[in-house]
């Protein structure tokens, strides 16, 4: 039987985890319990620093979540972010503000960019948006203010010096708050969106919102002449039940044809994407919205909800997109949290990264779903390629990819797999085909599929492992089949108290198609995967503790019962972005 004090320790890291994994983001940490984790150990092997990211967005310390108002701007791309400068757990946020000509090598601005410091934000400036009032205009910054009574209300902000490419200082506007939380639960009223400006010349935006009945989650549309003076339209943009609160909504259109981005103001086909405060998935719908009516109307088919379509289906959230008015594409950013204990945040001094910025468009094979692909300034940081083409991988083997120097810990992949005549597919019944997610299907069916190990041991007892799986069987007397793109995490670290969930997508692919394409992201404690040309995405994280640095390793295996080829797989270490934080 354990001591009292170790028994009280694993109660303190199960609660830590629950916490991770079921905790809205707005949980506010107080003293006490900091002190006690502070106090406590954290159970990683590896030194903190070894989980530090090599080329993703972070700041130089602390507690980050939300991107807020990505946007360019004379020359310089813009990223602000919810921010917590005194630890490195949620609590009294700001917004911290980063610049950079290329999305990837970044300055850190000192000091808030907003700061919590008037009545109406006093508890928290709140995730919000950016608006350019016209093509090359001035940005305006709406954002979520939460006031001395807790209630959640709506605030702008302008720069104080509008010919300052870095927009270094921002100015709250006198008649803040500009929306009040009337007749609407005022603790569920939050995160306005870009706003477009239609043809009637009055600008619209959404916020939002749900209702506590049939768990009704709400896009509220305001509309307004002047930016200043909003008023509620009399109906949401559009409403699901049993959705629950709607965090972080986001409208945008689409084009059909190709994939350059289009400006928040253009009407069309377009995407609405809600971030579900319950589950703590983003998913989305391709719809089109309706300016005569002002409604949004999904396409049919369109499943609402934490089982409809995800921009990723691991940990992705909060995200934003902006368009990209100078290389004429749509950005999306996301928020990436931890997996590890808060000890370990407090030991480490920061929590949270950034996804790397993805170009997102409308997918050309189903025009009912996007895809993502990270965007192309990433590879000014690839160096020291190494490359194998046309190699035979027996059935049931594990290949190691030898070339890497410094080890396979911050590497960009890029695999193509060609399956033979051979059956690659497991065999399951009708009501796990029909019934079961990508995700379940994905943790039951752990030992086989194709694909690779990262950050992984040499002798595997640690390993993230990214793979593509078929399953088929029959429905209704015919032979259907499923891909899906798979993350296992079991044995990602041999540290205990760490979340090892495993994720799982379904991959649209063309009947009987025998090639697939992979490309994954590594970066210390972060993967990225992207299946088929970034139709199906997952992000997760890991924590090993002997596969860190030079002595993480890269396998690429095939656990079918049929051989298969290696067509192409090329692998670049990546150089170290360029983050310079101005002194605070």
Same mark, same amino acid.
């Given at each position: 039987?354990? *001591?009292?004090?170790?028994?009280?320790?694993?109660?303190?890291?199960?609660?830590?985890?629950?916490?991770?994994?079921?905790?809205?983001?707005?949980?506010?940490?107080?003293?006490?319990?900091?002190?006690?984790?502070?106090?406590?150990?954290?159970?990683?092997?590896?030194?903190?620093?070894?989980?530090?990211?090599?080329?993703?967005?972070?700041?130089?310390?602390?507690?980050?979540?939300?991107?807020?108002?990505?946007?360019?701007?004379?020359?310089?791309?813009?990223?602000? $972010?919810?921010?917590?400068?005194?630890?490195?757990?949620?609590?009294?946020?700001?917004?911290?503000?980063?610049?950079?000509?290329?999305?990837?090598?970044?300055?850190?601005?000192? @000091?808030?960019?907003?700061?919590?410091?008037?009545?109406?934000?006093?508890?928290?400036?709140?995730? @919000?948006?950016?608006?350019?009032?016209?093509?090359?205009?001035?940005?305006?910054?709406? $954002?979520?203010? %939460?006031?001395?009574?807790?209630?959640?209300?709506?605030?702008?902000?302008?720069?104080?010096?509008?010919?300052?490419?870095?927009?270094?200082?921002?100015?709250?506007?006198?008649?803040?708050?500009?929306?009040?939380?009337?007749?609407?639960?005022?603790?569920?009223?939050?995160?306005?969106?870009?706003?477009?400006?239609?043809?009637?010349?009055?600008?619209?935006?959404?916020?939002?919102?749900?209702?506590?009945?049939?768990?009704?989650?709400?896009?509220?549309?305001?509309?307004?002449?002047?930016?200043?003076?909003? !008023?509620?339209?009399?109906?949401?943009?559009?409403?699901?039940?049993?959705? @629950?609160?709607?965090? %972080?909504?986001?409208?945008?259109?689409?084009?059909?044809?190709?994939?350059?981005?289009?400006?928040?103001?253009?009407?069309?086909?377009?995407?609405?994407?809600?971030?579900?405060?319950?589950?703590?998935?983003?998913?989305?719908?391709?719809?089109?919205?309706?300016?005569?009516?002002?409604?949004?109307?999904?396409?049919?088919?369109?499943? +609402?909800?934490?089982?409809?379509?995800?921009?990723?289906?691991?940990?992705?959230?909060?995200?934003?997109?902006?368009?990209?008015?100078?290389? *004429?594409?749509?950005?999306?950013?996301?928020?990436?949290?931890?997996?590890?204990?808060? &000890?370990?945040?407090?030991?480490?001094?920061?929590?949270?990264?950034?996804?790397?910025?993805?170009?997102?468009? =409308?997918?050309?094979?189903?025009?009912?779903?996007?895809?993502?692909?990270?965007?192309?300034?990433?590879?000014?940081?690839?160096?020291?390629?190494?490359?194998?083409?046309?190699?035979?991988?027996?059935?049931?083997?594990?290949?190691?990819? +030898?070339?890497?120097?410094?080890?396979?810990?911050?590497?960009?992949?890029?695999?193509?797999?060609?399956?033979?005549?051979?059956?690659?597919?497991?065999?399951?019944?009708?009501?796990?085909?029909?019934?079961?997610?990508?995700?379940?299907?994905?943790?039951?069916?752990?030992?086989?599929?194709?694909?690779?190990? !990262?950050?992984?041991?040499?002798?595997?007892?640690?390993?993230?492992?990214?793979?593509?799986?078929?399953?088929?069987?029959?429905?209704?007397?015919?032979?259907?089949?499923?891909?899906? =793109?798979?993350?296992?995490?079991?044995?990602?670290?041999?540290?205990?108290?760490?979340?090892?969930?495993?994720?799982?997508?379904?991959?649209?692919?063309?009947?009987?198609?025998?090639?697939?394409?992979?490309?994954?992201?590594?970066?210390?404690?972060? !993967?990225?995967?992207? &299946?088929? @040309?970034?139709?199906? %995405?997952?992000?997760?994280?890991?924590?090993?503790? !002997?596969?860190?640095?030079?002595?993480?390793?890269?396998?690429?295996?095939?656990?079918?019962?049929?051989?298969?080829?290696?067509?192409?797989? *090329? &692998?670049?270490?990546?150089?170290?972005?360029?983050?310079?934080? +101005?002194?605070?």
């Amino acid at each position: 039987m354990a *001591s009292g004090k170790s028994f009280s320790l694993l109660y303190l890291i199960f609660f830590v985890l629950l916490i991770r994994v079921l905790q809205a983001s707005h949980h506010e940490w107080d003293e006490a319990s900091l002190s006690v984790l502070r106090a406590s150990k954290s159970s990683s092997l590896a030194p903190p620093e070894a989980y530090r990211t090599a080329y993703h967005f972070q700041p130089v310390k602390h507690w980050m979540n939300d991107p807020n108002a990505p946007l360019f701007y004379k020359g310089y791309y813009h990223l602000f $972010y919810q921010y917590n400068p005194k630890s490195a757990v949620w609590g009294l946020i700001m917004w911290g503000h980063a610049v950079s000509r290329d999305l990837i090598n970044w300055v850190h601005m000192a @000091g808030a960019a907003i700061y919590p410091d008037e009545w109406y934000d006093v508890n928290g400036a709140w995730s @919000g948006s950016a608006t350019l009032l016209h093509k090359g205009g001035t940005p305006v910054i709406l $954002y979520t203010g %939460c006031n001395n009574a807790s209630e959640q209300v709506q605030a702008m902000a302008v720069p104080k010096n509008p010919s300052d490419p870095l927009l270094r200082e921002w100015k709250k506007i006198p008649q803040n708050p500009i929306m009040l939380p009337t007749g609407i639960n005022a603790s569920s009223f939050r995160d306005p969106t870009t706003a477009w400006l239609g043809s009637d010349q009055r600008w619209r935006l959404l916020v939002g919102s749900k209702r506590d009945k049939n768990k009704v989650g709400m896009a509220l549309l305001y509309r307004s002449k002047d930016f200043v003076r909003w !008023v509620k339209a009399k109906r949401p943009l559009h409403s699901a039940r049993r959705t @629950g609160m709607w965090e %972080c909504p986001d409208l945008y259109p689409v084009s059909l044809y190709g994939s350059h981005g289009l400006d928040t103001s253009t009407t069309g086909p377009s995407v609405l994407k809600n971030s579900l405060d319950d589950t703590k998935v983003d998913y989305y719908t391709v719809g089109h919205y309706l300016p005569q009516l002002d409604k949004y109307v999904p396409d049919n088919g369109s499943v +609402e909800g934490p089982n409809g379509l995800r921009y990723d289906y691991g940990k992705f959230y909060a995200s934003k997109t902006f368009f990209d008015d100078n290389k *004429s594409r749509r950005i999306l950013w996301g928020w990436i949290n931890e997996s590890d204990s808060v &000890a370990d945040d407090l030991n480490k001094g920061w929590a949270s990264l950034q996804a790397i910025p993805r170009v997102v468009g =409308l997918d050309p094979l189903t025009r009912r779903s996007l895809v993502q692909w990270p965007v192309s300034e990433l590879e000014s940081l690839r160096e020291h390629n190494v490359r194998k083409d046309h190699v035979l991988l027996e059935r049931e083997s594990v290949m190691k990819v +030898e070339g890497f120097n410094s080890g396979a810990a911050q590497v960009d992949v890029e695999v193509e797999f060609e399956l033979g005549a051979g059956d690659y597919a497991e065999t399951v019944v009708e009501e796990e085909l029909e019934g079961m997610t990508a995700q379940s299907l994905c943790s039951n069916n752990t030992s086989w599929g194709f694909g690779l190990m !990262v950050l992984a041991s040499d002798d595997l007892k640690e390993r993230s492992t990214v793979s593509f799986k078929i399953f088929k069987g029959r429905v209704n007397g015919n032979v259907h089949t499923k891909v899906a =793109l798979c993350v296992d995490q079991s044995r990602s670290t041999l540290q205990l108290d760490v979340d090892k969930t495993s994720y799982g997508g379904f991959v649209s692919v063309q009947p009987h198609q025998r090639s697939f394409s992979l490309r994954v992201l590594v970066d210390h404690s972060i !993967v990225e995967s992207f &299946a088929e @040309g970034g139709r199906t %995405c997952i992000t997760s994280r890991s924590y090993p503790t !002997v596969a860190v640095n030079e002595n993480a390793h890269l396998f690429v295996f095939n656990y079918n019962k049929s051989p298969l080829v290696v067509r192409r797989l *090329s &692998a670049w270490h990546m150089k170290t972005a360029i983050q310079v934080y +101005e002194s605070q």
